[in-house]
């Protein structure tokens, strides 16, 4: 008879990639090397799945039946402890579980249970000192290959001794022989490498990595640089807002501050937003650090990626660059965390856990005693605030280095050209005059639309009703090079119906205008001119980005019509027009960031032209002339736009005067997503009474790919009762889980 005892075992908890599972609990025998972030396969329902440990010594109520856990992947931490713990404050913050946020934190290929797996190459070479005397002579053919390979210190590889006449079938005698040895070298697949696989944005690293030589800093960088290296000299967490004017030169101090801090043998995370900027920024500190750079991207191969991870994690490296989650990056001591242009909306991801890369940066900085440098032209709405509130410090750079004046902004009230012109009309007569202008003077334009298409509705003449995609609650957008009408949302698409769905009439207009539609007005305005429209229809395939920019670059392009595409992150100095030919696409939208979207996005246009040394014009086509965020835009007036911002957030209290969740229910049909909802409203409200959950109501986008979707608010000053309000409504109803989308600090509520 056994007493019944302790367990012998020890408890482990264990994340595993299950949406919405949390940690789970296993058994680990006593003597088992275990370790915080060690992967291990575990036993889940009738599979076995791979999970990371993040806990070894945790507890479980002495009568829950507990199962052993399988093999362990790995003898000593994979993803580094701190790492786990960020990816756990990832899961709850998000309200996503802990296991998407880890797999966030580990290389590809490792969330299956694979271990390295680096790519190499056989090298062949000659074996010192083994005498051919001791076997068989060899015959001249022999002797000639042994030869070329002596001469060849570092070895061939079985390509190059291919090529010197030395094919597999002798090597293999050599081999057999003893007079030549093989092995297998690892070769590391490097995405600033002009041989490696492409990426998707079809760019190579490589593209701008020339060495500037570096520039003295001007009086105001210096005053900046100086107050950056003081904050970070008490090697404690602090936040910085780098403020400084499109054109100021805030790169040259990121780099020279990550110097300093590499110089005191900590390390640098660097987060760039997701598309353009990666390639010249991640060049130019290519270019200073040499190759103890490492690329962090979703657009590398996964071999790319594999390899970078596993140079970080081994600590060669000092300068992480990387988009939003190479703030997982397994990088150890950083003294400093670089957030560029901090205000871009692709820090967020838009799916779980759908987490904010700067706002997980700074948790991380805080983790490791680093400073943190938030740098934009055109700071979040959140970030100024927090800098207004002593939350963070403040350093302005208010003037563009050399002088260089920033562009003069026009504002042309579309509503008047219409009046005059006829409502068909995508180009102003002021900014025809002026692209007319660049023209005669050999200077390029960049025209910006963020439509794409022909027409963005086509409508009955006779009811007035327009063509919807049958799947989403958004009308078709006609485009006219491939004769269909298309949804943006879910990708239908379909020929144009010869009669009116609704009432059977004839004729079908087509009104809105997209990029396509622009292109061809600018070629039939301007016969001669080189034209180039660049967007998602566009740049398919790899590589057609890059060729577009070395185009332009090149002085081979006239006028570039494109996408918000276009606008970031690209360097265009001999661009000396932009024109915004719908300055309103946000303005219309229902979302309380439209107004700080279209203010960013305005301001850094403007700031784009003129880079270089001729001097910069932008236009601004609009029919909200005289709204706060076209205005303070124009003028380049940060401080004006953000007070006003300011009074709608908090009249409207929308963030950041108030936290922000937003719950999207979907479901087969409108009547089941608005009765769940309410049912998922009722349940929070009764474990939040004094909070504010506002809904539900049909999403404004309230049907997409065939699913209807309701949507609710909960707001608050405290996110953490707010979040266990709602996941404790939702633990009470999960067969709901998989078709709810909780969004923590949302940046569109659309
Ligand atoms: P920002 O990121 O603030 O918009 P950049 O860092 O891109 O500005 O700087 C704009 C341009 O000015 C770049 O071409 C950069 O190389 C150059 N530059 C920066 N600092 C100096 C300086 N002190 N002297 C001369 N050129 C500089
Ligand atoms: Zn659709």
Redesign the pocket.
């Known amino acids: 008879m056994t007493s019944s005892p302790a367990r012998p075992d020890r408890v482990i908890s264990v994340a595993v990639p299950v949406p919405g599972l949390g940690l789970l609990s296993y058994l680990a025998p006593a003597g088992a090397a275990l370790h915080k972030g060690a992967r291990v396969r575990v036993p889940l329902g009738a599979r076995s799945v791979v999970g990371c440990v993040t806990d070894t010594d945790g507890s479980a109520p002495a009568d829950q039946e507990l199962r052993t856990i399988g093999e362990v992947i790995d003898p000593e931490p994979f993803v580094p402890g701190d790492v786990v713990d960020l990816a756990l404050w990832v899961g709850e913050y998000y309200a996503s579980g802990p296991g998407a946020a880890l797999a966030l934190a580990m290389p590809p290929a490792a969330r299956d249970g694979t271990r390295e797996s680096f790519r190499t190459t056989r090298i062949y070479e000659r074996v010192e000192g083994a005498s051919i005397s001791d076997g068989p002579a060899p015959t001249a053919r022999q002797q000639n290959a042994l030869d070329a390979l002596a001469a060849q210190a570092t070895g061939v590889s079985a390509g190059e001794a291919a090529k010197q006449g030395i094919g597999a079938a002798m090597m293999r005698t050599l081999v057999a022989r003893g007079w030549v040895r093989a092995r297998d070298e690892v070769v590391l697949r490097d995405p600033f490498d002009d041989r490696g696989e492409e990426n998707a944005e079809g760019g190579r690293w490589s593209a701008d990595v020339a060495a ?1 030589p570096e ?4 009086m105001e ?1 210096a005053d900046a640089y100086q107050r950056l290296e003081d904050a970070a000299a008490g090697h404690t967490f602090k936040t910085v807002l780098l403020h ?9 101090l990121y780099l020279r501050l990550a110097r300093h801090i590499v110089s005191s043998e900590r390390r640098v995370l660097v987060l760039v937003p997701e598309i353009g900027l990666t390639p010249s920024l991640a060049g130019q500190f290519r270019a200073r650090f040499g190759d103890r750079v490492a690329i962090q991207h979703s657009a590398l191969s996964d071999g790319e990626r594999h390899d970078q991870w596993h140079r970080i994690r081994r600590g060669d490296i000092d300068v992480v660059v990387g988009t939003r989650s190479a703030v997982f990056a397994p990088l150890a001591g950083i003294g400093l965390v670089i957030v ?1 242009e901090e205000h871009d909306g692709s820090y967020k991801q838009d799916e779980a856990p759908r987490y904010h890369g700067r706002d997980v940066a700074i948790v991380r900085a805080r983790a490791h005693g680093a400073l943190v440098v938030l ?1 934009s ?1 055109t700071p979040s709405v959140e970030s100024a605030s927090n800098a207004k509130s002593g939350r963070y410090d403040l350093v302005r ?1 208010t003037k ?3 002088d260089r004046p920033l562009a003069a902004v026009r504002i042309v009230n579309m509503r008047e050209e219409f009046a005059a012109r006829g409502a068909d009309i995508a180009l102003s007569t002021p900014l025809i005059d002026a692209i007319r202008d660049r023209l005669s003077r050999a200077e390029q334009t960049m025209l910006l639309l963020n439509r794409r298409g022909y027409a963005v509705v086509v409508f009955c003449r006779q009811c007035g009703a327009s063509l919807e995609c049958p799947h989403c609650s958004v009308v078709l957008t006609y485009h006219k090079a491939q004769r269909r009408v298309r949804c943006h949302y879910c990708n239908y698409a379909a020929a144009v119906p010869r009669k009116c769905g609704a009432c059977g009439g004839e004729y079908l207009e087509q009104a809105g205008i997209g990029t396509e539609r622009l292109e061809a007005d600018v070629r039939a305005q301007f016969p001669g001119a080189r034209v180039r429209r660049v967007d998602r229809d566009t740049i398919r395939r790899k590589g057609s980005m890059t060729r577009v920019l070395r185009e332009v670059a090149r002085g081979d392009v006239d006028i570039v019509v494109g996408t918000q595409m276009i606008a970031k992150g690209h ?1 265009f100095p001999a661009v000396t027009l932009v024109g915004v030919v719908g300055a309103d696409v946000g303005l219309g939208l229902a979302d309380f960031r439209a107004a700080e979207r279209t203010f960013q996005l305005l301001t850094q246009v403007a ?1 784009r032209a003129g ?1 270089g040394e001729a001097a910069g014009e932008a236009i601004i086509q609009t029919l909200y002339p005289e709204h706060y965020a076209v205005r303070s835009a124009a003028a380049q007036d940060y401080d004006t736009f953000y007070q006003r911002e300011m009074e709608f957030r908090t009249s409207m209290r929308y963030p950041p005067t108030v936290a922000m969740i937003n719950v999207v229910v979907r479901s087969k049909t409108p009547e089941g997503a608005m009765a769940d909802a309410h049912d998922l409203v009722k349940r929070t409200r009764h474990r939040h009474p004094h909070g504010h959950v506002i809904g539900p109501a049909p999403a404004a986008l309230a049907k997409v790919n065939d699913e209807y979707r309701a949507q609710f608010f909960v707001k608050g000053q405290q996110r953490k009762p707010m979040r266990a309000a709602l996941t404790a409504a939702l633990d009470e109803r999960p067969e709901l889980k998989r078709r709810v989308t909780v969004d923590v600090d949302p940046l569109s509520v659309m």
């Not at 520039?215 to 001007?218: D, H, R």
């Open positions: 500037k520039p003295a800093l001007t960088q400084g004017v499109t054109g100021s030169g805030k790169t040259e560029d740098g032209a750079l563009r280095v050399l360097d700031g880079r």
